[in-house]
DNA sequence: CTGCTAATTAGCAATTGATGCGAATTGCGT
DNA sequence: ACGCAATTCGCATCAATTGCTAATTAGCAG
């Protein structure tokens, strides 16, 4: 994802409009490896920013997931989560407290046996006990 | 997933009982290859057996990935899918239709970075269009 | 600076996949 | 055949997310 800056030029070249909102999630968002979901987003949203609305940071994340600023990544933990980072890297999900840390792994193996399917993309998914719950 | 009359012995052996419902969706999973939803697992059944219950559908593939007769999957298509194939491989998941393609691979890399996470495994999902959609 | 207009906000309703609950039913060991 | 625990199934509930819409606001043109 872009710095605030860079997205507030980005938004107004879409015709999209850079509200209060906006920047504070923008700030919230850049440089975060935390993966949060829009629940935390909201959480830490409403502490900068009482009232604003759950819905608005949906349509943000949405704005910028289609954007291709961050991804949306379902790890089945119950919400989708949301990550700035764009660049190739892989996943690693703890079991027992859904914490999602970034990997560098080499690019994932090609696939074979499938005729005729185009792959657009591969996604590795790491799934255990983080360092954190090990304890 | 075993076979039905396998399963019978092991559902007993547990405690648990072995109903004609049971029974039915024992037979549509077995050498399933599709990963169905529960949905399509319960239109399937409905045909058989009018009258079965979502519910109870639910209730069976529940009780069956608690055995580990069974993998539950979340690949983000707004249901889980069920894979009676507990073996170890990959799957290819269709942008366009939602199908779920097994794929065989060598093994997921080694990940690296991530001191003290405990990795128990990796899952590799490549996402894309299939032959069918392709068309 | 002022006004205009389309975009946005925010709250609530609605939707969807899945589970909790409980009364009636049924498998199955004795 | 009996009895009890497991199961079924319909309905209510839940959680994540989106639809809807009146009131507000960003940002452009003049």
Do not use: W
Request: contains cysteine.
């Amino acid at each position: 994802m872009r710095s605030p800056a860079e997205l507030t030029q980005a938004f107004r070249q879409t015709g999209l409009k850079v509200t209060p909102q906006r920047q504070l999630l923008f700030g919230l968002l850049h440089g975060n490896t935390s993966h949060p979901s829009a629940d935390v987003l909201f959480a830490l949203a409403s502490e900068a920013m009482p009232g604003i609305s759950l819905r608005t940071v949906y349509q943000t994340l949405n704005d910028l997931a289609a954007m291709g600023e961050l991804q949306s990544i379902d790890f089945g933990t119950g919400s989708a989560r949301f990550d700035p980072n764009v660049t190739d890297h892989q996943h690693a999900v703890c079991n027992e407290c859904d914490a999602v840390h970034d990997v560098r792994v080499s690019r994932a193996p090609k696939m074979s046996g499938l005729e005729g399917f185009d792959i657009h993309d591969a996604h590795i998914v790491y799934r255990g006990i983080c360092a954190d719950c090990a304890s």
